[in-house]
Each structure stands twice: as structure tokens, then as C-alpha cells.
């Protein structure tokens, strides 16, 4: 079955950084787009970070840009989002998610914690 496994998340304090990690499996992973998504308390889930199925186009929100980097290893089947000057703003729950065409898959989540 289609499973998005995430990890790498934890407490930092402000500027420093994380690298999280979705491993998948279940599906053709090499076709789909790959997000990262996160959710705060009390906010929409809102979209992060993006990487095509070849890996050679990424999107970023206007938040993050220059901060994050989105990348992915189809041989291995991860997706990872490398996580850099972090902000008190960037605590969040991350998933990971997989999409192609109506095909849309979500993982359970990491806590990412900010705090000094």
C-alpha cells in the first residue's frame, strides 16, 4: 500500500536548521510532484515546497524562498526539505505529499518546533 513515511523533525532554536526526510513507497514514485506542506495551530495547511517528478523544477512560498530547499532521490525514493535560518514562524507540522493527476497522498506528519 502507498506509504509517506516523514522524520528529521524536532526542536531548534531560531537560525538553526533541520533536514527532513519522506521515504515512499507504494507507488511509481519518479511521476509525481512531491510536496512539503506544514500546518500550524490554528492556520490553513499551506503548500511549502514543490519538486517535479524528474526533480528538475522547484517552487517554493514566498516564506521560505532562499531559507529552504526541496529535493528528492528517485532511485531512493525520498523526498528531502533541507531547512536553513529557521523562524519562530517555520513551527509547524510538515507532510509530505504526493500528487499525480486525481492521485494524492499525504503522510502522518513531523513537528517541527521553533523556539528559544
Known amino acids: 500500500q502507498v506509504q509517506l513515511v516523514e522524520s528529521g523533525g524536532g526542536l531548534v532554536q531560531p537560525g538553526e536548521s533541520l533536514r527532513l526526510s519522506c521515504a515512499a513507497s507504494?507507488?511509481?514514485?519518479?511521476?509525481?510532484?512531491m510536496n512539503w506542506y506544514r500546518q500550524a495551530p490554528g492556520k490553513e495547511r499551506e503548500l511549502v515546497a514543490s519538486?517535479?517528478?524528474?526533480?528538475?523544477?522547484?517552487n517554493y512560498a514566498d516564506s521560505v524562498k532562499g531559507r529552504f530547499t526541496i529535493s528528492r532521490d528517485n532511485a531512493k525514493k525520498t523526498v528531502h526539505l533541507q531547512m536553513s535560518d529557521l523562524k519562530l514562524d517555520d513551527a509547524a507540522i510538515y507532510y509530505c505529499?504526493?500528487?499525480?493527476?486525481?492521485?494524492?497522498?499525504w503522510g502522518q506528519g513531523t513537528q517541527v518546533t521553533v523556539s528559544s
Open positions: 505529499n504526493a500528487k499525480f493527476g486525481r492521485h494524492n497522498y
Open positions: 507504494g507507488f511509481t514514485f519518479s511521476i509525481y510532484t
Open positions: 519538486v517535479s517528478g524528474s526533480g528538475g523544477t522547484t
